[in-house]
Nanobody, 124 residues
Framework: QVHLVESGGGLVQAGGSLRLSCAAS????????MGWFRQAQGKEREFVAA????????YYQDSVRGRFTISRDNAKNMVYLQMNSLKPEDTAVYYC?????????????????WGQGTQVTVSS
């Protein structure tokens, strides 16, 4: 079992950057593929980025590819989302999620563990 806690959200101007962190408990973090999802007010939760359990494979939603970078440090039980060139439409609550397998997924229903979320607000 994995417990996830996100941090790093905040208010930033358009064009700025933020780095989200997700701290995971548990000794088997390196067995878990991880994902970042987001949910804007009044909208459904959507996939942002994902990374395989070893970090060797990454996947991105088209709208963030080239601006966001997902990474992980298995020695520290951490996963990160570096967000650059932020846009107002990136405003949302961002969630970290984990699934006990090598392969990541863009489908939220395939993740077993979720953090509480961290708010990202991008002003224009």
């Amino acid at each position: 079992q994995v417990h996830l806690v996100e941090s790093g959200g905040g208010l930033v101007q358009a064009g700025g950057s933020l780095r989200l962190s997700c701290a995971a408990s548990g000794r088997t973090f390196s067995n878990y593929a991880m994902g970042w999802f987001r949910q804007a007010q009044g909208k459904e939760r959507e996939f942002v980025a994902a990374i395989s359990s070893t970090g060797g494979r990454t996947y991105y939603q088209d709208s963030v590819r080239g601006r966001f970078t997902i990474s992980r440090d298995n020695a520290k039980n951490m996963v990160y989302l570096q967000m650059n060139s932020l846009k107002p439409e990136d405003t949302a609550v961002y969630y970290c999620a984990g699934r006990n397998t090598y392969y990541s997924s863009s489908y939220s229903g395939e993740y077993d563990y979720w953090g509480q979320g961290t708010q990202v607000t991008v002003s224009s």
